[in-house]
């Protein structure tokens, strides 16, 4: 009798694991909608001890609310932040589904929105059709080889790609300097390091210029929608997927099943800066027009938190990039409507971050959100 419980419990776990939709769906929706709403309870909580009032609070939170989706123009805003944080986040959760620690999707920004600049310009007669393109894959191109270099180094002397890619990022700053003052690169007749801009057969088409020429959602959501769809078949439904991720779950298993692990690793560094390269080429080519210091404005860093909160899942990762990019969008309307400081969006961006990186925590507080729960174990003999 003493065994009953414990042949229950084995039964129960190897039921889940043949099953996992239930448990996934909960990981992948249901704890970050519980994170975001207490995120949303401690930022009012936050305004509170900083001396803001209820009204202005309140007004805080439907100015955020109206500034993400409130009108055509913040659902534009929206998407056009969410675009390139969704394709490094979909780089960075390859990355982490293959047990790597990828760090520099920031200097993979950099690397692949400088050669789409450059592909741009230097093609100032070419068609759309073929500049465009051309220009979206040397972007990609060049955060796969930025990003193979640390996953060379990961397979060939054991470096972490923690530290490499941290180290990568660095120097990404300033090679992106020094070019940015080549003759060939910068803009004539400025001082200041600019480059050249792209020109209009080179630049991601806006969908809704013909309603409003201020409406800057561009052709770069349907890149991001054909990536999500790629990866997912990538890492599910194909066999290199598998090897990546098996990779990730057991590493001495998968060599002794023959799969090589050096070569796994540099092929998932580098498909995860070819992702980051395209949110690179996207912001130069979809909204800058060209490259300055600087111009991936922490875009890779915030992929880190968009992987995470998404559980390295494309379609996890779509919406964690939909809502960050809603609280950008969102938090620019606040700070104009409420007067509250748009610092308070990284608290809230934290906050979320903090919950999601807890699940039992959130399990905790609001266990009546899971059925996981006792009741649904069954009663104890």
Known sequence: MSDAPKLDDLSRKLLERAAPGRAQFEDLVVVPVFAV?????????????????????????????????????????????????VLAGLG??????????????EGQILMGGMAAVIVG??????????LMPACLIAGALAGAAYASIAGYLRAATGAHEVISTIMLNLISYRLIDYLLRQPWIQKEGRADPIS?????????????????????????????????????WVLFRSKI??????????????RYAGIRSGLIIVAAMAAAG???????????????????PGFSAGIG???????????????GVLLAGLLFGALEAGGRQMQVDAGVSIDLIGIIQALIIVFIAAPLLVRAIFPWGFRGSDKAKGPTP
């Open 121 to 130: 310009f230097s093609f100032p007669g070419a068609p759309f059709v073929l």
């Open 301 to 315: 860093f915030d992929a880190i938190a968009v992987a995470l909160m998404g559980r390295s899942h494309p379609f």
């Open 37 to 85: 709403i207490v995120a949303l309870i401690l930022g009012a909580l936050t305004m509170l001890a900083t001396d803001v009032d209820l009204p202005t609070i309140g007004r805080s939170y439907v100015a955020l609310l109206q500034g993400s989706v409130g009108s055509l123009n913040a659902i534009s805003e929206t998407l056009t932040a969410a675009a390139p944080l």
């Open 196 to 232: 050249k801009s792209v020109p209009d057969s080179a630049e991601l088409p806006r969908l809704l210029e013909w309603i409003d020429p201020n409406l800057r959602v561009h052709a770069g959501v349907f890149l991001v929608l054909i990536a999500v769809l790629v990866v997912y």
């Open 274 to 292: 070819a992702l980051a390269g395209l949110a690179g080429a996207n912001q130069v080519l979809g909204v800058l027009g060209r490259a300055t």
């Open 241 to 254: 997927g598998f090897e990546f991720r098996a990779s990730g779950e057991s590493p001495d298993a998968a």
């Open 92 to 105: 960075l959760a390859l990355g982490f589904r293959t047990g790597l620690l990828n760090i520099g999707a």
